[in-house]
């Protein structure tokens, strides 16, 4: 039989066949690491979606605004992150982060709107 070792220390690990570990400690050494990953990932998309919130409710101050795409990516805008879509009947995709939305109408330029209340 292969010999295994402790997915956290490299040590052999003695016992059943499916044992991972070569003690407590390093289990749950390893699944805390596994959750810090796991909480950094969240939270780094958290910040990017509140990052790109405010950007465009300071662009946004009246509640409706014409903005160029360029001048979203000058703030650091990150258009891969949005909290939700809202697509009306005529098929125009409005994109939301919360309650701060854009609408691509031409070449680049960009409608802010603000969303009211929260709609599924
Ligand atoms: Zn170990």
């Not at 003695?14 to 289990?27: L, V």
């Not at 360029?70 to 994109?95: P, S």
Request: charged share 30%; glycine share 8%; hydrophobic share 30%.
């Amino acid at each position: 039989m292969a010999k295994r070792k402790c997915q956290e220390c490299g040590e052999e690990v003695m016992g059943r066949y499916d044992k991972r570990f070569c003690s407590d400690q390093c289990r749950s050494a390893h699944h805390n690491r596994r959750n810090q990953d796991v909480n950094n990932f969240i939270r780094n998309i958290n910040n990017i979606l509140r990052k790109n919130r405010r950007i465009l409710a300071g662009l946004n101050p009246d509640g409706k605004a014409r903005v160029h795409r360029d001048k979203l990516l000058d703030h650091g805008f990150k258009f891969g992150y949005f909290t939700n879509e809202y697509i009306t009947k005529a098929g125009r995709v409005y994109r939301f982060c919360y309650d701060q939305g854009y609408l691509e109408t031409d070449n680049g330029w960009y409608t802010l709107v603000v969303r009211q209340a929260y709609v599924e």
